[in-house]
């Protein structure tokens, strides 16, 4: 789970460094308008979808004129069709139309990882596997992304480098052998989740043997998968990795293992169509 801290300070320079580059120096657009004009205006989306990202818009409204009010309409999570209203805003014409793309960019975005994300969870549902997301994140909304597939009922793998373990194949031949790696993991950050990627069931059974909480079964056919699973029998957790698509999801989740992760829920999003309606009411 990303630490509350953490994602604030995250969304707050996202969204600062997305004005940057939209606003620069100022909207000269907005300028047209009068300074004095009130005016209110409403999103609604154009397709169903699982919406996320509520606390970025507000943001972006925060940070160009905290004198604007929202109403919301849906929370984080829920599911929305065509043409339903998402929220209302009232405030000075000229900071609605300067927030208004930033705004939308951010709910559409992230409001499409949870939608994808939905879609995923939705096939496996009859199934106790969980679907994990990847380091594959868009370069510096990893937090915001993260965030966006728990809303859409997928689980975050680990955030970074930083706070779990995951040892590959140029860590094990470094280090000499699994089990070699694995100790000094152990040694370096005792308490740190520690995952080690297999290729084969020689591996496998050194990874069981060397205590790793989580082995990745990386490539493994459907066949050798069942037989990991018998074979671990709840000895680690087992995740599946590895060209997983529409194709190869369900039967994968079948197999019984714990976890799949599966790059595509952040690096292949597809913002979902959203609208703003403006009217001037003084």
């Known amino acids: 789970m990303i630490p509350a801290e953490l994602l ?39 397709e169903t979808a699982i919406i996320a ?11 160009v004129d905290p004198q604007v009010s929202l109403a919301w309409k ?18 000075p014409a000229r900071s609605l139309l300067t927030a208004e793309r930033t705004a ?9 990882v949870a939608t994808a994300c939905a879609g995923y969870a939705r096939r496996v549902a009859h199934t106790g596997v969980q679907l994990l997301d990847t380091r ?10 993260k965030y966006a597939v728990t809303c859409g009922g997928c689980h975050n793998h680990r955030i970074g480098l930083w706070d779990a373990f995951l040892i590959k194949e140029n860590h ?36 069981l043997a060397a205590g790793a909480d989580i082995i990745m079964l990386d490539e493994f056919s459907l066949d050798d998968m069942k037989k990991a ?6 000895a680690a957790k087992l995740e599946a990795s590895g060209s997983i698509n529409s194709e190869t999801l369900v039967p994968v989740a079948e197999t019984g293992v714990d976890y799949i992760s599966i790059g595509a829920l952040t690096k292949d999003v597809r913002a979902v169509d959203l609208s703003m309606r403006l009217e001037t009411t003084g």
């Open 8 to 46: 604030r300070q995250s969304r707050i320079e996202n969204v600062a460094q997305s004005l940057r580059e939209d606003v620069g120096d100022g909207d000269i657009t907005a300028m047209l308008i009068p300074e004095n004009r009130i005016s209110r205006g409403q999103v609604v989306t154009r």
């Open 53 to 63: 990202g509520r606390a970025w818009v507000e943001e972006v409204f925060r940070q």
């Open 74 to 91: 849906v929370s984080d999570g829920d599911k929305v069709d065509p043409d339903q209203l998402l929220f209302t805003m009232e405030g």
């Open 104 to 112: 939308l960019n951010w709910l559409q975005m992230l409001s499409g």
């Open 136 to 145: 594959k994140t868009l370069p510096g909304l990893r937090l915001a992304q």
């Open 172 to 207: 094990i031949a470094a280090c000499g052998s699994i089990a070699n790696a694995v100790k000094e993991a152990r040694r370096i950050a005792p308490g740190r989740p520690v995952e080690v990627e297999t290729e084969n069931s020689d591996e496998l059974e050194q990874a």
């Open 229 to 234: 699973v018998s074979r671990t029998a709840g």
